[in-house]
């Protein structure tokens, strides 16, 4: 970006800084807090919204914490849908077998979002509310045809009302939401008998990959095999991720046989106008659109849509219900409490700075094996553990964390013996710069916690999360086997 003469670049200017953080115990405190403070922007997650404040200059802003709200993290089933709280994660979708069954193309969507310590922060309520058309979820609930539940006060009674998804988007990261409206709750239909869903995406890489492109697919078959509905959802190919009326035109009536499944993902690519930018050219989404389509409903036509779906993939741990925080505002001035690596640790300056931050500048107790290698949730050398949960530090409001319970590289080890991991990775020579390592520490003990023996694939995604400059990936995986003792 050019600049004129005494104009700072963009990367030069001061973040918006947050003037304090709200933290309600329930929904209605948090409507009262948002409707009545200027500059209010609920943050739950905050893996995108604080990289939007980094990003941009701005007057300073109170934050509106939903992550004490209680029953925030529900998720709850009835006999023709799921109903998932505003506070529910990418993860807790992952982990709930009950929605792998009867909402595949959701859990599949949210296994692809980001890394393990990512998706243990960041909600399906934000990755609608910040409307990207490459939001991985998006496709996949609008092909379940998921509705959003939005709340606001109206006086003191919490008023509801609800639209579909499909109808939550005004443009490009603009939706329907009011600034004193609340997302309080995601209803996705399960597929119904004689449904079959799928979603699938191509990014540049295996893992932390924004989409080049997604899409959810659900098809609704008779008892001949005979297409009776379809819907498609397609994202990352423009302003808003879009639904298709081609595809079924080109299905409905017809048997997904090899010539009909062609013929329609051909229609269907021919009938978009992708968008053009740094991870794609237009010509390269049109093309690989139809390819993506044809694998996909072949999937679908021989009831294999599960098939690639990995044997208990790890998440580095799943929140555990506990009772929320006393309403609260943390501001500049105001000292948080943590136990650090089972230390009672305190500190001020939570209000605007990260975790990170706080941990190695403002902490009693300051540690620094937690390190800033990207501050964008990137490159996992931040990771640490709060409550039992791997998480991004970078990406997390340090008031957030008042009164968790963390631990960092540092708490790994006792005082007497090295963790087994910090073992292993000295027997194999698993260290080269070390920069990352503290990271790798943190996430390797996250999940060996959960799967003790755990396999190859579950090792690559456990560490997914988690970036080597020095490319020493072979002997890192090589200690975590011979911690597991598989090796």
Known sequence: MATTPGELHEIQRPATPVERVIRPASWSAALEALRDTADARPISGGTDLLLDLARSSGSPVTLVDLTGIANAHDITETATEFVLAGGVTHNEVVANTRLREAALPLAQACLEIGSPQLRNRATLAGNLATASPANDSISALMALDARVVLSRLDGDVVVDREVAVAGFFRGFRQTIREPYELITAIRVPKLKAGERGIWVKLGLRRAQAISVIHAGLVVRLDADGVVEDAR????????TVITSHVLPAALV????????????AASVAAS????????????????????????????????????????????????????????????????????LNGVRATGTSAANNTLLEWLRDHSSRPTLGVKEGCAEGECGACTVQIDGVAAMSCLIPAAQADGADITTVEGLADDANLHPLQEAFVAEFAVQCGFCIPGFLVAGASLLDEHPMPTDEQIQLGLSGNLCRCTGYYPITEAIRRAGGLS
């Open 232 to 239: 498609l959802a397609l994202g990352s190919v423009a302003a």
């Open 253 to 264: 009536g017809k048997r997904l046989d090899n010539n009909v499944i062609d013929s329609a």
């Open 272 to 339: 978009l106008s992708p968008i053009d930018d740094v991870r794609a050219t237009a010509d390269y989404r049109r093309s690989v659109t139809e390819t993506l389509l044809v694998r996909a409903l072949r999937a679908l036509a021989t009831d294999q849509q599960g098939a690639m779906w990995p044997d208990d993939p790890p998440v580095l741990g799943i929140r555990t219900p506990s009772s929320p925080p006393v309403s609260s505002i943390i501001d500049h001035a105001t000292a948080i409490t943590v136990t």
